[in-house]
């Protein structure tokens, strides 16, 4: 009940910058609709719907990172959380109270972006259910992230990692835009040691329909999750013993 009260203050939080929101949902959407133009003027097939879409739906996840952790960042630079000490909530039970409201954000943000790429041409089907459900593990993954950040850093340093950085090592790392095969070596293996190659290869699994696929790639984004929200727990309870 404590988790689910702050919860609905941190809602209120985010809803109040609809600009902000507006550019984490049209942002993705929009290179989607750039990446298909482009697709349907050049010979070669490099930018198809049924491997685009999904990459672009956990690119777009990246943005509950920027979101999370902005509004804790700003959260500890004010009095709110050091008069909140006083409460008897727990570290988790703030944690919990910021990640609560993100979720139907990541929801959304997954459901618009695959329903634009159906309306560009992807063929509908049950499938894009099970992606949508694929992706799960990467926004818990994306919210930690945007945490742990929120945690250690004050808000102008957040949007640096989590706006630029973040956003660019998962465009890079998860196969968005070309073939992982193509990076060779260190960097290839790089990319699989991290866990945002293996959440664009779920989304792309569950759209296929390879079954087989999927428990390996969804097992190590979960870990990796799990992992970075502990970590993210650990340091916040910290930093309220600190205050």
């Known amino acids: 009940m404590r988790a689910a009260a702050f919860a609905k203050r941190n809602l209120k939080e985010l809803l109040r910058d609809p600009l902000t929101l507006f550019f984490g949902l049209g942002f993705p959407m929009a290179l989607l609709g750039l990446m298909t133009l482009i697709q349907r003027n050049i010979p070669v097939h490099i930018f198809e719907l049924d491997t685009l879409a999904p990459g672009m739906a956990l690119f777009g996840l990246t943005f509950m990172a920027l979101f999370s952790g902005l509004l804790l960042?700003?959260?500890r630079s004010s009095a709110l959380l050091a008069r909140l000490t006083a409460s008897p909530m727990t570290a988790?039970?703030?944690?919990?109270?910021?990640?609560?409201p993100m979720l139907?954000?990541?929801?959304?943000?997954?459901?618009?972006?695959?329903?634009?790429?159906?309306?560009?041409?992807?063929?509908?089907s049950w499938n894009l259910l099970a992606a949508a459900a694929s992706l799960l593990p990467s926004a818990l993954l994306f919210i930690a992230l945007g945490l742990l950040c929120g945690t250690l850093f004050n808000d102008k340093q957040v949007g640096g990692m989590c706006g630029?950085?973040?956003?660019?090592?998962?465009?890079?790392?998860?196969?968005i835009w070309f073939d992982l095969s193509l990076l060779g070596g260190p960097l290839h293996a790089a990319a699989y040691f991290l866990?945002?190659?293996?959440?664009?290869?779920?989304?792309?699994?569950?759209?296929?329909?390879?079954?087989?696929?999927?428990?390996?790639?969804?097992?190590?984004?979960?870990?990796?999750?799990?992992?970075?929200?502990?970590?993210?727990?650990?340091?916040?309870?910290r930093r309220l013993t600190e205050r």
């Open 73 to 75: 960042a700003k959260d």
């Open 92 to 100: 988790a039970d703030f944690l919990l109270g910021y990640l609560l």
């Open 104 to 124: 139907p954000m990541a929801a959304g943000q997954t459901a618009v972006c695959l329903a634009a790429a159906v309306a560009l041409g992807l063929p509908p």
């Open 164 to 175: 630029a950085l973040l956003t660019n090592v998962t465009a890079f790392l998860a196969g």
């Open 195 to 237: 866990p945002f190659a293996h959440g664009a290869d779920a989304a792309k699994a569950a759209l296929a329909g390879d079954w087989a696929a999927l428990p390996v790639h969804l097992l190590w984004v979960s870990a990796w999750a799990a992992a970075v929200m502990a970590l993210a727990v650990l340091l916040f309870r």
